[in-house]
């Protein structure tokens, strides 16, 4: 893996800001395995380079890295306090008989398990405070006897691990080629329909510079098979 200069958005002396593309990691954990900070790091030549956030390594999205580590600090800060605006794409799976009209709220707690990585919803006293908005922006039709699959905008009130994939299954909307949260029924068509991967692209990210304070705007249209269905979107 190589960082392509396509997959630079924006660069200077404090920060870089690139897309990520599915299937590789933002930080490693295997030695040996590609990962983004180490590729922009030879990208840029540069001594230091930290990721402020997180992405899944099988989604797809705008990343924002820190050059020193001042701009990290700030950054940082900026997660923490939610002043660091994210919205995702995801394709679902409707488990029920209709996809929810309007913009709708998913509250839960969440509790992860260290051993498995994995999450799950759980009760209030055990697990912690997670919130997400999302809204149904195109649907699209299903052949006889095959499942509804539909685009949503998510907006994440919370950042819990794997919070949008955990939630939105809960709610009988799994994501299509989630692997660990998917249903059996995502799951088999999701196979069928060839996704290699979540169908999950954090496509917009909005912050404050953290050498200047200028409110920054970045976008990206999905690249992955699985939303081609659904492009264009129509903000």
């Known amino acids: 893996m190589r960082i392509r200069s396509e997959d630079i958005l924006y660069e200077d002396k404090e920060i870089v800001v690139c897309r990520k593309r599915a299937g ?7 030695l040996g395995e590609p990962d983004m900070e180490t590729e922009l790091k030879k990208y840029f030549r540069a001594p230091y380079m930290t990721a402020v956030h997180r992405l899944d390594q099988p989604v797809e999205g705008v990343l924002v890295f820190a050059r020193t580590k001042k701009a990290a600090a700030d950054l940082n800060r900026q997660s923490r306090e939610q002043a660091m605006n ?10 029920g ?35 997400l908005s999302y809204e149904i922006l195109k649907k699209r039709k299903a052949e006889e006897g095959e499942p509804e699959t539909a ?3 998510i907006w994440l009130k919370t950042g819990r691990h794997h919070q949008i994939r955990v939630q939105m299954a809960n709610a009988g909307m799994p994501l299509l080629g989630d692997v660990k949260y998917g249903s059996e029924r995502s799951k088999e068509y999701s196979r069928r329909e060839r996704v290699r991967n979540t169908a999950l692209c954090a496509y917009g990210l909005e912050f404050g510079h953290p050498g200047t304070g200028k409110k920054m705007r970045f976008d990206i249209m999905p690249s992955e098979a699985v939303f081609l269905p659904f492009l264009p979107v129509n903000t």
């Open 24 to 30: 590789i990691a933002v930080q490693t954990a295997r």
């Open 86 to 95: 994210k919205q995702y794409y995801a394709v679902v799976l409707f488990e």
């Open 151 to 153: 685009l949503a905008r």
């Open 97 to 131: 008989e209709e996809a929810p009209e309007g913009k709708n709220t998913l509250a839960d707690y969440l509790e992860r398990d260290g051993k498995t990585n994995i999450s799950k919803v759980t009760g209030e006293g055990n697990g912690k405070y997670a919130e």
